[in-house]
């Protein structure tokens, strides 16, 4: 079996594609994972970290709004399409699975030009552009919630197993003694890349939480500057070992991307999510449906202030009957399972011989 995974650009895309292929292999070992993506994106250095051979196609962004660079994309999408159409055939790949992301794009064409059984996975709330082209290519979508797209089968995110399988409850005390700090720990982080908003606010609000005795672990991201750490203060520049930093945590404070605010809620987390203030507002609709369980809160980029953030964090933190109530509504939310779907289905798919 042969399975071509295709996503590119953000981990957000590539991230469940890799946790997917980890649980395909795990049921079949002999099943041969490539991954398609582009040369400038995150799959660049991502997928192959985490063993997978990457093809990359020549690929150029979707311009939001008018652009000069429209001209060049039908020219553009052509060329991926006629080098992934080759990839297919020259490859005799059995699926082509996608995640979105604008190098998913010409894959799904390929796949449809070949009769290459497609299968495509939506996990934001607001489907991009390439995702609804892959949807009404194939009959096999999934996506995170039902209604993301259309015909679309609700599966969750797919999430890796140091996530899924995380029990913090029983292992926050060795995950604190790991990392020498103590509760009650807030966690501050905006996705694979840091974000300087959340750093700015983590600046502003740090002295108040240490003088609070609250312990603040900060992802800052590596493309920025690194701030300096002091007793209660933990800044990390980037980790893979999220699930240890979430057994650490009490609370977090994030941006609510699809794979966090999905990682956030299988774990149990209470959260307050701040969400990125661009693209098509997927971000705030990613994390409504934790929020209106009342597993945390949402507050827009544009109203949070140091003095609010500083405030309900110091509240929350100190309330253990609301954060338990809130991590059990978050967890309520949360699927574990979506790696498991996904790969059967994609089995299926091959082996019932279903072309799309």
Known sequence: MHVVMAAGGTAGHIEPAVNTADTLRELRPDCTVTFLGSER????????????PLVTLPSLPVPRGLDPRLLKLPGSLATSVHEARRFLREGKVDAVVGFGGYASAPAYVAARWER??????????????ANRLGARLTRHVAAVRAGDLPHARAVGMPLRSSIRELDRHATAHAAREELGVRSPVVLVFGGSQGARRLNDLVASCRDTWLADGITVIHVYGASNV?????PGYLPVPFTDRMDLLYAAADLVVCRAGAMTCAEVAAVGLPAIYVPLPVGNGEQELNALPVVRAGGGLVIRDQDVTP???AEQVSSLV????RLRDMGAR????????????????VIDIVEGGRAS
């Open 330 to 345: 978050a967890r309520a939310q949360g699927v574990r399972d979506a790696d498991r779907v996904m790969a059967d289905w």
């Open 307 to 309: 003095a609010w953030l």
């Open 41 to 52: 994106g995150l799959e660049s250095t991502l997928v192959p970290a985490r063993g997978y």
């Open 226 to 230: 690194p701030p300096t750490a002091q």
């Open 318 to 321: 100190r309330d253990e009957p």
């Open 116 to 129: 290459v059984p497609l299968l495509v996975h939506e996990a934001n709330a607001r489907p991009g552009w």
